[in-house]
């Protein structure tokens, strides 16, 4: 029987070394993906068209679809979200109703991205006629990231103490203005946070999109931004290959020559972009925090 | 008896099942303040938030009973309960200064009501300030954020935010309760100086803040208003045996 002091000491070793454990495996991760990744980088990479046989690709326009997608399928998801969130922590009675949108939440946020993905073949792409699209890759997406957001928004909206709404409501503002004018500045920050990291994992998603946006990046004409142009970037109705999905179609089918080297720094991209999401969404959060009360 | 602002008749209030309040009977003349005291549980908290509807909020609660404000029955399903609050305003035990700073403190409840006159914002906020005597305090730090005032400095910028949508009424929920004593003690300044102009209710579980400021004190026990009387003669002489033994510290 060992004493509660040296108890104490081998649960805190033990819990220490399970830590340790898993920052190594992400160092690791990362040291493998970047030191793989970095060498591949160069200007032309980022921003030259793929090539399908030979080598000297880059994935310019793969990294253009990733960010139009993800701008487009936050627009589609943010406003329902927050909407949701709004409904559910603020206005909604704790009845069967409210349970069972919370429990629909869960499942819809516990799907496998894959089967959101083939869900949107059939339903976007195939029944509503839109096609290996960029617009039905943003609803799939919308759907993927949907119940995340509306469960972070939800949360943000949960760190807001109760005094706060208690005193917006006693000095006369409805229950509406109360959110709007008291509560939502209060938490934008955190909201903002919540949006930044959701954007990390919409970015990097590949499965949800394989079916919908398409396995295709069209050449683009980054002087044309009529949106009903074929070539044009803005072009909501044309395939749209994302970075992620890139990688994926890579490493699976890839008969470039230097289809590894293009894939390790495709990796990196992409690692690099989402690090970025996660320390911009600290660092905004942080400083919006600050100016939002302090004014 | 002179004007009466604000009556309440046979108010039950239930929790579910449970009977928190049991048939009470009040009224209050305008200005002055009377206090609610008793023993925790006793129900004044929950009276007090009917009085502007607070207990709204809380699932699960039945009212009967009528409260008049000025007349007009506060539970009447015409009621309009923003207009009610904006008239009968309310603090609360922990100071709920919102993340902006003093001034967007003060003027929120104005501001949403639209008024955008800067000079009329600006008048309004030194009056309220100087109201909720912290004016001196803060008017050289106007801009920054009211969370970086002391516990004592917020609650007197949230009574100061109550104030400047000017309301009838000021409901009080112990409100020095969470304060240090210096800080207790300016806000009972605060309130003395405001009972000339409004009509103040205010729970409190610090039997000598009553004696210190109230005008009538009402002894709440088990949901059930046992007295209601000057304060002095609920101090010094109170009718009931229940309201003594609970004054003298003899509580049974």
């Known amino acids: ?295 | 008896m002179s004007k009466e602002i604000l009556t309440t008749q046979d108010l039950h209030l239930y929790y579910g099942e449970k009977e928190a309040l049991k048939g009470i009977n009040l009224n209050f003349e305008a200005k002055g303040i009377t206090a609610l005291i008793g023993p925790s549980g006793c129900g004044k908290s929950t009276y007090l938030r009917t009085l502007n509807r607070m207990n709204d909020l809380i699932p699960n609660v039945t009212i009967t009973g009528t409260i008049k404000f000025k007349g007009q029955n506060l539970y009447a399903p015409s009621a309009d309960t923003v207009q009610i609050r904006k008239e009968i305003g309310m603090v609360f035990q922990q100071p709920n200064p919102f993340p902006f700073s003093i001034y967007d403190n003060v003027i929120y409840g104005l501001r949403i009501a639209g008024e955008k006159n800067k000079e009329k914002l600006d008048a309004v906020v030194e009056k309220s300030l100087r109201q909720a005597a912290v004016w001196d305090e803060v008017k050289d730090h106007l801009h920054e954020s009211a969370l970086a005032l002391s516990g004592g400095q917020q609650q007197r910028v949230c009574i100061a935010r109550v104030l400047a949508v000017s309301p009838e009424i000021i409901l009080l929920d112990e409100p020095t309760s969470a304060l240090d004593p210096v800080s207790s003690s300016q806000i009972e300044t605060t309130l003395l100086n405001l009972r000339h102009d409004y009509t103040i209710i205010t729970v409190t579980h610090n039997l000598q803040q009553a004696s210190r400021i109230a005008d009538r004190t009402a002894f709440f026990m088990n949901g059930e208003l046992v007295e209601v009387d000057q304060t002095k003669n609920i101090f010094m002489n109170p009718a009931e045996k229940q309201t003594e033994d609970y004054i003298s510290g003899r509580f049974g």
């Open chain 1, 1 to 295: 029987m060992m004493n509660p002091k040296t108890q104490n000491k081998v649960a805190i070793g033990t819990l220490y070394g399970i830590a340790g454990l898993v920052v190594l495996i992400l160092m690791a991760l990362l040291g493998y993906i970047l030191v793989s990744g970095l060498p591949q980088l160069s200007w032309h990479f980022l921003t030259a068209p793929a090539k399908a046989f030979l080598k000297g690709g880059g994935v310019g326009i793969q990294l253009y679809n990733s960010f139009y997608l993800l701008i487009l399928a936050m627009l589609i998801s943010f406003p329902i979200a927050l909407g949701a969130a709004i409904y559910l922590y603020e206005y909604a009675k704790d009845n069967w109703v409210t349970t069972t949108i919370r429990t629909a939440i869960e499942i819809l946020s516990s799907l496998p991205s894959v089967v959101v993905g083939l869900f949107g073949f059939l339903f976007f792409v195939v029944k509503l006629n839109l096609g290996f699209s960029i617009l039905s890759g943003a609803f799939a997406l919308t759907f993927f990231n949907l119940p995340l957001l509306t469960r972070s928004i939800e949360d943000s909206l949960r760190t807001i103490d109760t005094t706060q709404r208690e005193g917006g409501l006693a000095l006369g503002l409805s229950r509406w203005e109360t959110v709007t004018r008291v509560i939502l500045p209060a938490a934008v920050p955190s909201i903002l946070t919540g949006v930044i990291l959701s954007a990390g994992r919409v970015f990097g998603e590949a499965a949800a999109l394989i079916y919908t946006a398409g396995q295709s990046a069209p050449a683009l004409d980054f002087t044309d931004w009529n949106p009903f142009n074929i070539s044009s970037p803005l072009n909501p109705m044309r395939p749209a290959e994302t970075l992620a999905v890139h990688i994926w179609k890579i490493n699976s089918e890839g008969i470039m020559p230097d289809a590894k080297a293009i894939s390790s720094g495709s990796s990196a991209v992409l690692v690099l972009a989402i690090l970025l999401f996660n320390f911009a969404a600290r660092y905004l959060g942080k400083r919006l925090y600050k100016r939002l009360t302090s004014a």
